[in-house]
T-cell receptor, first 109, second 114 residues
Framework: GIQVEQSPPDLILQEGANSTLRCNFS?????LQWFHQNPWGQLINLFY???GTKQNGRLSATTVATERYSLLYISSSQTTDSGVYFC???????????FGEGTQLTVNP | GAVVSQHPSRVICKSGTSVKIECRSL??????MFWYRQFPKQSLMLMAT?????????EQGVEKDKFLINHASLTLSTLTVTSAHPEDSSFYIC??????????FGNGTRLTVT
């Protein structure tokens, strides 16, 4: 099956800093999503981005499908951004998602 | 936007009992739903794909007789953990997709088997 690698596994930032999270995948995908899992376990949809670039406030994401990677940018980080960020991919638009191992982000005040 | 409702959010049960978890798509129909499991400090692992009106497809290593899945309507899938044991304690999350759109997840069920 498809392999998903996320980096870095852990990231500690001071409030206000910017960061880039990376997701590499081993095969062609037609579905890629970024999630933020909060301390209560809720998975928050951040982006549905099988290709191209999207922005939502302080967050933006870019997927270069031909090179099999996606990047999540967090600007002016806040303590509420802390949590685990998951990248998940699907080989077809209707298929299940395979998750990476996540990036544990801690933003300190 | 699309909402997936999962119930209960938390359950504690005794070893040997069965627990049913419900997953509903509230404002869209879902012919396919997915059940994931997440152990502490780990990623989400797919357990099974639930298909409306037909048998579920289980991932390798997941016991179909232990994790019973029923997808009786286009808006409801249930996962029953039968004869639960402490090693089944985990966070179970369901998901469903609007046609052509992203996968949406429920808020999860934290199962503790004592």
């Amino acid at each position: 099956g498809i392999q998903v690698e996320q980096s870095p596994p852990d990231l500690i930032l001071q409030e206000g800093a910017n960061s880039t999270l990376r997701c590499n995948f081993s095969d062609s995908v037609n579905n890629l999503q970024w999630f933020h899992q909060n301390p209560w376990g809720q998975l928050i949809n951040l982006f549905y981005i099988p290709s191209g670039t999207k922005q939502n406030g302080r967050l933006s994401a870019t997927t270069v499908a031909t090179e099999r990677y996606s990047l999540l940018y967090i600007s002016s980080s806040q303590t509420t951004d802390s949590g685990v960020y998951f990248c998940a991919v699907g080989e077809t638009s209707g298929s299940r998602l395979t998750f990476g191992e996540g990036t544990q982000l801690t933003v300190n005040p | 936007g699309a909402v997936v409702s999962q119930h209960p959010s938390r359950v504690i049960c005794k070893s040997g009992t069965s627990v049913k978890i419900e997953c509903r798509s509230l404002d869209f129909q879902a012919t396919t739903m997915f059940w994931y499991r997440q152990f502490p400090k780990q990623s989400l692992m797919l357990m099974a794909t639930s298909n409306e009106g037909s048998k579920a497809t289980y991932e390798q290593g997941v016991e179909k007789d232990k994790f019973l899945i029923n997808h009786a309507s286009l808006t409801l899938s249930t996962l029953t953990v039968t004869s639960a044991h402490p090693e089944d304690s985990s966070f179970y999350i369901c998901s469903a997709r609007e046609t052509g759109g992203p996968l949406h997840f429920g808020n999860g069920t934290r199962l503790t088997v004592t």
